[in-house]
């Protein structure tokens, strides 16, 4: 049952890649981030850091991703917003060797285009995935 008003907003995906799995992920946590934070219709979901009536910049989202790595102890020269969505599909791979998996939760349409954001050799996946059965 929701908590307080109903706030209608629209997710406007910029890429044809987002699946419907991925749309309905996306459509759930928003939802629970506007409950927990107590947005109201009208306001910005993230907010800038000194004025809260304006939204959060790119460049305000880079220093903070900055600082939450630096405070784990890792070097923020190393890590970026899409370096670690990188990291994440590498992780996935590397544990699984399902290349279909990640190619799927990145979105990608081509295996090709998978292979080549790994950085991995056509050859050497094509053994990994030979191994996995279905």
């Not at 008003?5 to 629970?32: G, H, L």
């Not at 544990?95 to 292979?115: C, D, F, P």
């Not at 991995?120 to 053994?127: G, P």
Request: proline share 3%; with cysteine; glycine share 4%.
């Amino acid at each position: 049952m929701p908590v307080g008003p109903i706030i209608k907003w629209d997710v406007r995906f910029t890429s044809p890649k987002a699946d419907k799995r991925r749309r309905n992920w996306i459509v759930q946590a928003v939802d629970e981030y506007i409950r927990t934070a107590s947005k109201k219709s009208g306001e910005f979901m993230f907010t800038a850091c000194r004025d809260q009536k304006h939204r959060m910049t790119t460049r305000q989202y880079a220093r903070l991703l900055s600082e939450w790595i630096a405070s784990i102890g890792l070097d923020p020269h190393l890590f970026g917003t899409h370096s670690l969505r990188r990291t994440k599909a590498t992780l996935i791979y590397r544990r699984t060797g399902n290349l279909r998996a990640v190619q799927l939760l990145l979105s990608h349409t081509k295996i090709e285009s998978t292979v080549r954001y790994l950085g991995i050799e056509v050859d050497d996946a094509l053994s990994i995935a030979e191994q996995v059965d279905l």
